[in-house]
């Protein structure tokens, strides 16, 4: 059995790992989700949310050095459920490309909302240890996770004005 985990900062340090490993994750999906969008704003959404995504990685790498610590990436269970229920999804149901692109919204916004969580949780022990640069660092993901999910949650909500009507048209 393995050492029980009694340090707060070990848990820090795992969970900061956790969300290294999902934005690296998300650095190499997001070509292949702007790739599968139709729609200009999603897609021009997922071109900028990469570049500070890209962003993201460094900010979370520079924490751990502020830590005196190798940046070290933990396997991330969360994202590689939402990644898989993506794939899947694609390769089961063969939506058109107005549902993959309302689809697309919908996971974009379920990584947000993990990333959020994820992030805050995060902020909360970097500013009870009082490591004021590292909480400067992933305030500022979160703050840009926070605006990512804003504007997929407008698009999708347009997304779906639109699908319905053209349903009922139709």
Known sequence: MADQMSDPRELFLHELGDVLYAERTLVSALPKLQEEASD?????????????????????????????????????PGIEGIKKEH??????????????????????????????????GLVTMAEAMGEKDVVTLLNENLEQERKALEKLQTIGKRLAQEGAKQHQTA
């Open 40 to 76: 200009d704003e999603l897609r021009m959404g997922f071109e900028q949310h990469l570049e500070e995504t890209r962003q993201h990685v460094k900010n979370v790498e520079q924490a751990f050095e502020a830590l005196s610590e190798k940046p070290t990436a933990e396997k991330c």
């Open 87 to 120: 794939d899947d999804f694609v390769a089961k149901e063969s939506p058109t490309q107005d549902v993959l692109d309302s689809f697309l919204t919908g996971a974009g916004a379920r990584t947000e909302h993990y990333e959020i969580a994820a992030y805050e």
